[in-house]
């Protein structure tokens, strides 16, 4: 089907209705936590480009190992072939996880790093001679990535797949056991579902794209009791939780509990590089060890484990030894809070949250989002509302200069009302 209607642009944006969305802002350059555009102006970055420049932007040691990695080899497959930085990465980050999660498959996307996960999970089970379990148990405010069976694991209702409802394998969806009522509920579901579920997915501490919605450690607790209790898996989705955002390099950490897989992404490269880590614990791995081709993990993604990723990953690990990053969290979110409190007296807003290196201002709705994204823009910031949420994640190293610039831009805009449709 073809039309001649012309089309206003080669690039296609994500979550963007090209029709009637305003013409993107063109980046030029980067450098610490600064956007500038190609007509001189310069933003701060307050989101640290989703989440991934946890260091700022182009951190010369993390730049120099990038380039040094390219006069040597930029790629090389890992069928049948190794390198050193997928290597050095691998027992780095096996050494930084709690428990054994030993064992790390690499992809290039948040979205396959939990494909391969909930691939693991199920073929987990069939590699024991368990064949009915088949499903995965996700909670409702859940996102799990944008592909088709991480689509099926999301909030069916409020997430941005509800288009599709129907369309994939039916998942068990639940609520987050937040009390003893909930607890007590998914008990039961766990018990109804009693040989169909291969694992429990959740994003620990924070539900991000369902609305930067925190919970307590202690639900993660229950959630691996509960996994224990049933003898199903625990996967967490630490893509986005990972490296420090909400205080310590891993979210699990605060629960002293440890998944059976852990998935991550996002900061893993101090977002240089595309690079997504699967890691499972060593009963997971050894149920894929046998004299069959079978039983193996087939599964292979052409770039997996680039070695330009992998060197720029192992720079960023370097980082985080070298420099204070945790203390910078704990600076931030002091800052946060005491900075985006004011907020809560300014009419629409219905709270305001800040978890580690998060800071959000929920408001009662946004009616006019292009509005309040330029607003923002006009005020020298680069931050990206979505759904009734302002957020703020920043690099960690951000200055109180810039943090504050971001803090007051959100502040004044919400006062205008910008957010709001115009009145006729």
């Known amino acids: 089907m073809t039309s001649d209607k012309p089309s206003a642009s080669p690039v296609w944006l994500p979550y963007t209705q090209m029709q009637t969305a305003p013409a993107p802002l063109i980046a030029a350059r980067t450098q610490d936590t600064r956007i500038v555009l190609e007509d001189g102006r310069s933003l701060v970055d307050g989101i640290a ?22 006069d040597a080899m930029p790629h090389v497959m890992l069928g049948g072939l190794v390198h050193r930085p997928v290597m050095e990465l691998s027992e780095r980050l096996t050494a930084l996880l709690p428990g054994d999660l030993a064992h790390c498959f690499f992809t290039d996307s948040g979205s396959v790093a939990v494909e391969v996960a909930m691939k693991m999970a199920i073929q987990f089970w069939l590699n024991r001679g368990e064949k009915g379990r088949t499903k995965l148990l996700s909670f409702r405010g859940g996102y799990h990535g944008d ?21 994939f394998p039916e998942q068990v969806i ?15 579901l766990l018990a109804r579902h009693a040989g169909s579920i291969a694992a429990i997915i959740t994003e620990p501490l924070v539900q991000g794209a369902g609305g930067m919605v925190f919970h307590a450690p202690e639900v993660l607790a229950r959630l691996r009791q509960l996994a224990d209790k049933h003898g199903v898996l625990l996967i967490l989705d630490e893509i986005f939780t990972g490296f ?13 509990i440890v998944p059976d897989i852990i998935t991550l992404s996002k900061a893993l490269t101090g977002g240089t590089m595309a690079l997504a880590a699967t890691v499972a614990r060593r009963h997971v791995y050894e149920a894929f060890l046998s004299d069959s081709p079978m039983a193996a993990l087939m599964h292979g993604p052409t770039f997996m484990a680039n070695a330009l990723a992998c060197a720029a990953a192992c720079a960023s690990l370097d980082l985080f030894e070298r420099e204070p990053r945790l203390a910078q969290v704990a600076a931030l979110s002091t800052m946060l809070r005491d900075q985006l409190e ?22 009662e709705a946004i009616e006019d989002m292009a509005g309040l994204k330029a607003a923002l823009v006009a005020c020298g910031v680069w931050v990206r ?9 920043p690099a960690l190293t951000i200055t109180p200069e810039d943090l504050a610039r971001l803090t007051t831009a959100i502040f004044t805009v919400v006062q205008a009302g910008a957010f709001r449709k115009a009145s006729s």
């Open 174 to 188: 639940a609520d987050l056991p937040l009390d003893a009522a909930r607890y007590e509920a998914l008990d039961q």
């Open 49 to 70: 480009s989703w989440w991934t420049a946890c260091h700022g932007y182009n951190h010369p040691h993390i730049r120099a190992r990038v380039a040094a990695q390219l």
């Open 244 to 256: 420090g955002r909400t205080g310590t390099m891993f979210a699990c950490e605060q629960a002293g």
């Open 342 to 363: 004011p907020c809560r007296a300014l009419s629409g807003v219905r709270d305001v949250r800040v978890l580690g290196a998060i800071g959000v201002v929920e408001l």
């Open 385 to 393: 509302p979505f759904r009734n949420i302002i957020y703020l994640t």
């Open 147 to 167: 592909t088709l069976a991480t689509m099926s694991i999301c909030d069916p209702e409020e997430g941005m797949h509800s288009l599709f409802s129907g369309v």
